[in-house]
């Protein structure tokens, strides 16, 4: 080598970034990538929340005013894709990027270009899916489960849809591989799985979750895509196909799936709880035995969101115990939640707000799953709008609200500056207020008989519809605070602190705030 | 008692008591056995979640309010505690055992379908229901009765806005009716929530529920599975009678059927033709196609100045028949009568940009019936429809729509292929006596046979073969059947 040592460093490792577009196109450090999976989530989250405002203004009242049925089909399909697939997935992706590394004394992530064209493949998807409301015959409109034959009548959108879907399923995989490759490989020494932070366990379950069932889904789609295409009669009963089977392998994919949602979730919430307590988390290792018991259970329950196709009577009780069985390991991480809370020493930020504000109602959301595992009273609501309240208490205070206390509770060490406390506890506040007005109303819905995926209703449905329409709206635009808390934070601010919060702990809390560009070159010594 | 607890429960919940009366909060007041226990269960576990609840979220709140720093209070370092760990693993799993039980015992009687008292066939349509009513020989469909203005907000909406249909299904009060749901195009699922019955409605299977209605009274319900564009707008609503009614209810309808057959043979004017198409467009084709013939762009094609609706008769008439597979364009054939399919394409062809003057007679459709339709008249010979096999209801030896439909087509065949015969042989499920299955197998095989010669087959071209029970098929559906075969 003709140059000195020095020289030569500095050549391997520390070319400064390329800057503008091709610095975040061509990005393999796992915190740009970690905030680009986050800004696209957070695009998302606005486009499909102005479709669910719009659904939500439907039906204020009894009528069609707004839409036309059609388009209201395109509405609640794309609403939940795009949530689903574009918002929760990629914000979890977007955390599990940034602080898995950082928790666990590592560099980076274990394939780096592979993490860069993990998210950037998503964007693509995004523009599949949304470019297909301008098509002939608009976006898609037979519902996000993708059911056959309504799904065999569509046109071009359906199969973008299914494009579309293929994508997002590479991206994950992609994801997961990176991330349990990083987890197993890449621990400071010292650092033990059993004493890995809580929310690295559960990213850990939730990647393999989707490495098992990702492929699943491909293979589901796929079949749509040959039976709309080609010829093939696999969901088609006059070729000897099922209409049912794809039910079947739809599920055995979603209801990972609904895991893969919230796994994560209970990750963060068991990294906020602890901190503003003052006090470790109670049960760490059962909490970690009832994630994986959660997972596990995932793949022998999926049959029970589809009681009403006709199973016999023995299918239907072994789905219906096995899902009665969940509520036991959930019960327990709800049980260890507040156990940590018991006897410590709390104080309320916004991220332990909404951490509590989680455990309570997404609470709610499980005791209405487990009303609706029992499979008679679950024949009688399916499809209606209990199950509709049931799954954004699970997604929304559930999922969605983990997502702002990850975010609250983070972006001090992400940006080096503190949130606006004032703006957070306001966005707090009409959040879970707005959620409740929204999502409350929908069980006596459910019950009392209104069906789901309808643009009009009968009058006696009218004014739990009015109040529902009232809360999405309040809970829609005070997300606007939460961008502005955002965008303030990230431009100045009062200076973060190394450790930022009195009782966290981590080797996240061990590095600078903002975190540097290249953490742990020098992997930190666990004891 | 229970249920007086709930209510006073989700009273507190109800935001405005003043107008509480307006708020349906739970489950519909139940109208047979099956929704009563659903109704008791689902209260059950609300008791015991609401208890949970209380008891988990009293400590959490507790907590909040004793253990935070703001009052002094020092943080415990407590973290694990094996004893309490197991007891609240073992006492959720627990309670979750005495749900189970009753919850199974439900689940087991929903799905005891035996002896019915009457058997009907539920078929969902885009968008409406056809109800078969397999031993009264009853066919109706129901179409949502709500008229568009009140819809689109140019009329005050009546009591039942989208709660109404045309022809409610007519069941006697304490009967056991089974319900064999099945679908034509895409899922659908059949729901009446006071009766406690919901089935998706499969196409090409053909799954079952029950209900007993314990009232005399009108009970509502609506298409719950996503089926397109029209969702929302399918209905159901049963009417529960007594014995008696139902009785004159079903002579009535089959008044009716004889009529609408009479139909079929007749000739009629144009103008006639014209205005029966009106309506029979309005409920069958403008939910798609619009009431102004333009369709929806990229979705529901034009009817108005349309390559079909212009072009000849007969390809015209054998869209209507028999749909386009893989669109939401059914086949009608076996939802209108000739009478009806000839005035709808009368209609069509002289409406809005297609002013084309000619019209289309119930012989004509009659004509191209039975799969031979879609191809012009002069092409060549129609294929064989042959093997075939035609279905029964359990214990039945009457033809339905379909077997007739069927055999008209062999028929239409033996008169093109003037050398060809056929062998007929009838066939029972396994179950019941084999002496009397034999003897049904038979009076199968003579319904066929003589169903043949009233479409104008010559006795000589019929072979009846032996009476057979065997059965080849594990479903009991398939078995019922007479299979007719070309012979050697």
Known sequence: ???????????????????????????????????????????????????????????????LQLTNPDFFNQLTTMHGLIMIFGVIMPAFSGFANW???????????????????????????????????????????????????????????????????????????????????????????????????????????????????MPVLAGAVTMLLTDRNFGTHFFNAAGGGDPVMFQHIFWF???????????????????????????????????????????????????????????????????????????????????????????????????????????????????????????PVDI????????????????????????????????????????????????????????????????????????RRIPDYALQFTEFNQIATVGAFIFGFSQLIFLIVVLKAIKGGEKATTRVWEGAEGLEWTVPSPAPYHTFETAPVVK | MKRSVWQTAGL?????????????????????????DVFQLHNLIMLVCLGIFVVVFGAMFYSLIKHRKSVGHQAAHFHENTTVEIIWTVIPFVILMGMAYPAAKVVIDMKDTSNPDLTIKVTGYQWKWGYDYLN????????????????????????????????????????????????????????????????????????????????????????????????????????VVSEADFAAWVAKKKGAATTAAADNGKTFDQAELISRGESVYAANCAACHQANGMGVPGAFPAISGSKVATGPIADHIGIVLNGRPGTAMSAFGVQLSDADIAAVVSYQRNAWANKLGDAAQPADVAALRGGAAATPVDAAAPASPLPVAVNFAVGAKTLDQAAQDALNATAAYLKDNASARVDISGFTDKTGDPVKNAELAKLRAFAVRDALLAAGVTEDRVNLKKPENITGSAENFDARRVEVRLAN
């Not at chain 2, 009766?195 to 090409?204: S, Y």
């Open chain 1, 1 to 63: 080598m003709a140059h000195d040592t020095a020289h030569g460093h500095d050549d391997h490792g520390h070319h400064a970034p390329p800057t503008g577009i091709v610095r975040w196109l061509s990005t393999t450090n796992h915190k740009d990538i970690g905030s680009l999976y986050l800004w696209f989530a957070l695009i998302m989250l606005f486009a499909a929340g102005t479709m669910a405002l719009l659904i939500r203004a439907e039906l204020f009242q009894p009528g």
């Open chain 1, 99 to 213: 602080q898995v590394p950082l928790m666990l004394g590592a560099p980076d992530m274990a394939f780096p270009r592979m993490n860069n064209w993990a998210f950037w493949i998503l964007p693509v998807a995004a523009i599949l899916l949304m470019s297909s409301f301008f098509l002939p015959g608009g976006a898609v409109a037979g519902g996000w489960t993708m059911y056959p034959p309504l799904f065999i009548q569509g046109g071009i959108s359906y199969d973008l849809t299914i494009l579309a879907v293929h994508i997002m399923g590479l991206s994950s995989i992609m994801g997961s591989i990176n991330i349990i490759t990083t987890i197993l490989n890449m621990r400071a020494p010292g650092l033990t799985l059993m004493k890995m932070p809580l929310f690295v366990w559960t990213w850990l379950i939730t990647a393999y979750l989707l490495i098992a069932t």
């Open chain 1, 253 to 375: 994919f979603a209801h990972p799936e609904v895991y893969i949602l919230i796994l994560p979730a209970f990750g963060i919430v068991s990294q906020v709880i602890p901190t503003f307590a003052r006090k470790p988390l109670f049960g760490y290792a059962s909490m970690v035995y009832a994630t994986a018991s959660i997972a596990i259970l995932s793949f022998i329950v999926w049959a029970h969101h589809m009681f009403t196709v006709g199973m016999p009577a023995a299918a239907q009780l072994f789905f219906m115990f096995s899902t009665m069985l969940i509520a036991v390991p959930t019960g327990v991480k709800v049980f260890n939640w507040v156990a940590t809370m018991w006897k410590g020493s709390m104080t309320f930020e916004t991220p332990m707000l909404f951490a509590i504000a989680f455990v309570c109602l997404f609470t709610i959301g499980g005791f209405s799953g487990l009303v609706l595992a029992i499979a």
């Open chain 1, 380 to 451: 009688q609501l399916h499809d209606t709008y209990y199950v509709v309240a049931h799954f954004h208490y699970v997604l929304v205070s559930g999922a969605l609200f983990s997502i702002f206390a990850g975010i609250y509770y983070w972006l001090p060490k992400w940006t080096g500056h503190m949130y606006n406390e004032t703006l957070g506890k306001w966005h707090f506040w009409l959040s879970v207020i707005g959620m409740n007005i929204v999502f409350f109303p929908m069980h006596f819905l459910g019950l009392a008989g209104m069906p």
């Open chain 2, 12 to 36: 507190a919940m109800v935001v405005s008591q003043g107008a509480w009366a307006e708020y349906a909060y739970n489950l519909q007041t139940p109208a047979s056995k099956v929704a009563e």
């Open chain 2, 136 to 239: 009264e020989g009853v066919s109706i469909y129901s179409n949502l009765s709500t008229p568009r203005d009140q819809i689109e907000g140019k009329a005050a909406k009546g009591e039942h806005y989208l709660l109404e249909v045309d022809e409610p299904v007519v069941v006697p009060v304490g009967k056991r009716v089974r319900l064999l749901i099945t679908a034509n195009d895409v899922l659908h699922a059949w729901w009446v929530p006071a009766l406690g019955a919901k089935q998706d409605a499969i196409p090409g299977f053909i799954r079952d529920s029950w209900f007993k209605a314990d009232k005399i009274g009108t009970y509502r319900g609506q298409c719950v599975e996503l089926c397109g564009k029209d969702h929302g707008f399918m209905p159901i609503v049963v009417e």
